[in-house]
T-cell receptor, first 115, second 114 residues
Framework: DAGVIQSPRHEVTEMGQEVTLRCKPI?????LFWYRQTMMRGLELLIY????????DSGMPEDRFSAKMPNASFSTLKIQPSEPRDSAVYFC?????????????FGDGTRLSIL | SQQGEEDPQALSIQEGENATMNCSYK?????LQWYRQNSGRGLVHLIL?????REKHSGRLRVTLDTSKKSSSLLITASRAADTASYFC??????????????FGQGTILTVHP
């Protein structure tokens, strides 16, 4: 079975540009999570969806960040305008059904560098 | 705020030795999970231990949970070079929410030398 697929794997862009990260969760998974990983702050949950509906976006750092899930097989995380401090690895993860007992399945991430 | 804190931050051992990593957390939980992250890759779920379990095994992995001390340990026996990775504990968000929202610790970087 295909795992969580993220694109692009690497993104280098200049400050002020719009950045769009993409995620395809595992088919049949009801939950989708976006995380950011940095050396300083570790792995932070930004937002998560249940059945395409955003449930908790309290981790989104500021209004420059937005996330959508137009259907069960696709989600985007957008940063506009981007800033150098947004440089990090962004992970998407999905899990099957509700419950804290469900393991999360991660994609291999997008390494984002804002110059 | 961090719920799980791993110890040590880094561990370097020789192939064949055992590796032990510890995780402490602050609030009551219903389960604790361990994940592995290879360099440049996403996290991979290793094992989950429920709050009513003291110990759990999976292959060369042994996980213990002490809810009275709010701590867990991950033991990898007979380590291999392929075990080189970062290891994270993860706990449900404080308050026992059942919505699958996990908080990850900072991780232990394990290096296994051939």
């Amino acid at each position: 079975d295909a795992g969580v697929i993220q694109s692009p794997r690497h993104e280098v862009t200049e400050m002020g540009q719009e950045v769009t990260l993409r995620c395809k969760p595992i088919s049949g998974h009801d939950y989708l999570f976006w995380y950011r990983q940095t050396m300083m702050r570790g792995l932070e949950l930004l937002i998560y969806f249940n059945n395409n509906v955003p449930i908790d976006d309290s981790g989104m750092p500021e209004d420059r960040f937005s996330a959508k899930m137009p259907n069960a097989s696709f989600s985007t995380l957008k940063i506009q305008p981007s800033e150098p401090r947004d440089s990090a690895v962004y992970f998407c993860a999905s899990s099957f059904r509700q419950g804290s007992y469900e393991p999360q399945h991660f994609g291999d991430g997008t390494r984002l560098s804002i110059l | 705020s961090q719920q799980g804190e791993e110890d040590p931050q880094a561990l370097s051992i020789q192939e064949g030795e055992n590796a032990t990593m510890n995780c402490s957390y602050k609030t009551s939980i219903n389960n604790l999970q361990w994940y592995r992250q290879n360099s440049g890759r996403g996290l991979v779920h290793l094992i989950l231990i429920r709050s009513n379990e003291r110990e759990k095994h999976s292959g060369r992995l042994r996980v213990t949970l002490d809810t009275s001390k709010k701590s867990s340990s991950l033991l990898i026996t007979a380590s291999r070079a392929a075990d080189t990775a970062s290891y994270f504990c993860a706990t449900p968000e404080a308050g026992g929410t059942s919505y699958g929202k996990l908080t990850f610790g900072q991780g232990t970087i394990l290096t296994v030398h051939p």
